[in-house]
C-alpha cells in the first residue's frame, strides 16, 4: 500500500443521477477526511471520519450527499440527484499517527466530476 | 473566513530563478503547512512549520512564519520546470481537518 486511492478517476454523469466515489486510504490511518475543489480554488472540507465514525460534517455537505466508512477501512461518498454546481473535484485524504503525533495528511488523486 | 488565505499569485518564471509566496491567516495556529498539487491532481505535502518555529528548509524549500503579522512565506530555491504546480496553504481546524487558502499558481519556464 503506497498510498491513497480513489477510484473512479474521472467520471462525467447527467444532472441528476447519482454518483459514488471510493476512498482507499492508507491502511494503518484511522482518519479519513473528504474535500471538494472547484477550478481556481482550494480544497473545501466535507466531511471527517474516525475509524468509522462520521465525526464531522461541513454545511457544503447538503442532504443530497452521503459519506460512509462501514469497517473503518475504505470510505464511500455519494451524491445524488446531481447538479451541475456538483462538478469538482473530490479529494480524499487519510492521517495516521507517527512516534505518537498525528502525520500530515496524504491525499489521493481525486475524482473528477463532471455533471452535464 | 477560510484560513490559510495565500495572495493569489500566477508566477512565471526562468528555470533557475527562486520563487516566493505568501500566505496569511487570521486565528492563532498550532502549524501551517504547504502543499503542492500538480495540474488535475492530488495534493503533496511538502513541508510543516509549527507555530514555534520561524524558518524551517527542506531542500530547496525555505518557510518562514511571522506569527505576529499571521504570515507564512514559501521559497523555492534554483526552480526547475517540474517545479511548475500550485502550492497551497494550510492551517489545521477542529479534527485536524485543513483550511486551505486559493493558491499559488507558478509555471517554471525550461
Given at each position: 500500500?503506497t498510498?491513497?486511492?480513489?477510484?473512479?478517476?474521472?467520471?462525467?454523469?447527467?444532472?441528476?443521477?447519482n454518483?459514488?466515489?471510493?476512498?482507499?486510504?492508507?491502511?494503518e490511518?484511522?482518519?479519513?477526511?473528504?474535500?471538494?475543489?472547484?477550478?481556481?480554488?482550494?480544497?473545501e472540507?466535507?466531511?471527517?471520519?474516525?475509524?468509522e465514525?462520521?465525526l464531522?460534517?461541513?454545511?457544503l455537505?447538503?442532504?443530497?450527499?452521503?459519506?460512509?466508512?462501514?469497517?473503518?477501512?475504505?470510505?464511500t461518498?455519494?451524491?445524488?440527484?446531481?447538479e451541475?454546481?456538483?462538478?469538482?473535484?473530490?479529494?480524499?485524504?487519510?492521517?495516521?499517527?507517527r512516534?505518537g503525533?498525528?502525520?500530515?495528511?496524504?491525499?489521493?488523486?481525486?475524482?473528477?466530476?463532471?455533471?452535464? | 473566513?477560510?484560513?490559510?488565505?495565500e495572495?493569489?499569485?500566477?508566477?512565471?518564471?526562468?528555470?533557475?530563478?527562486?520563487?516566493?509566496m505568501?500566505?496569511?491567516?487570521?486565528?492563532?495556529?498550532?502549524?501551517?503547512?504547504?502543499?503542492r498539487?500538480?495540474s488535475?491532481?492530488?495534493?503533496v505535502h511538502?513541508?510543516?512549520?509549527?507555530?514555534?518555529?520561524?524558518?524551517?528548509?527542506?531542500?530547496?524549500?525555505?518557510?518562514?512564519?511571522?506569527?505576529?503579522?499571521?504570515?507564512s512565506?514559501?521559497?523555492?530555491?534554483?526552480?526547475?520546470?517540474?517545479d511548475?504546480a500550485s502550492?497551497f496553504?494550510?492551517?489545521?481546524?477542529?479534527?485536524?481537518?485543513?483550511?486551505?487558502?486559493k493558491?499559488?499558481?507558478?509555471?517554471?519556464i525550461?
Amino acid at each position: 500500500d503506497t498510498g491513497v486511492s480513489q477510484d473512479p478517476r474521472h467520471k462525467i454523469t447527467k444532472r441528476g443521477q447519482n454518483v459514488t466515489f471510493r476512498c482507499d486510504p492508507i491502511s494503518e490511518h484511522n482518519r479519513l477526511y473528504w474535500y471538494r475543489q472547484t477550478l481556481g480554488q482550494g480544497p473545501e472540507f466535507l466531511t471527517y471520519f474516525q475509524n468509522e465514525a462520521q465525526l464531522e460534517k461541513s454545511r457544503l455537505l447538503s442532504d443530497r450527499f452521503s459519506a460512509e466508512r462501514p469497517k473503518g477501512s475504505f470510505s464511500t461518498l455519494e451524491i445524488q440527484r446531481t447538479e451541475q454546481g456538483d462538478s469538482a473535484m473530490y479529494l480524499c485524504a487519510s492521517r495516521g499517527l507517527r512516534d505518537g503525533l498525528n502525520t500530515e495528511a496524504f491525499f489521493g488523486q481525486g475524482t473528477r466530476l463532471t455533471v452535464v | 473566513s477560510q484560513q490559510g488565505e495565500e495572495d493569489p499569485q500566477a508566477l512565471s518564471i526562468q528555470e533557475g530563478e527562486n520563487a516566493t509566496m505568501n500566505c496569511s491567516y487570521k486565528t492563532s495556529i498550532n502549524n501551517l503547512q504547504w502543499y503542492r498539487q500538480n495540474s488535475g491532481r492530488g495534493l503533496v505535502h511538502l513541508i510543516l512549520i509549527r507555530s514555534n518555529e520561524r524558518e524551517k528548509h527542506s531542500g530547496r524549500l525555505r518557510v518562514t512564519l511571522d506569527t505576529s503579522k499571521k504570515s507564512s512565506s514559501l521559497l523555492i530555491t534554483a526552480s526547475r520546470a517540474a517545479d511548475t504546480a500550485s502550492y497551497f496553504c494550510a492551517t489545521p481546524r477542529g479534527n485536524n481537518r485543513l483550511a486551505f487558502g486559493k493558491g499559488n499558481q507558478v509555471v517554471v519556464i525550461p
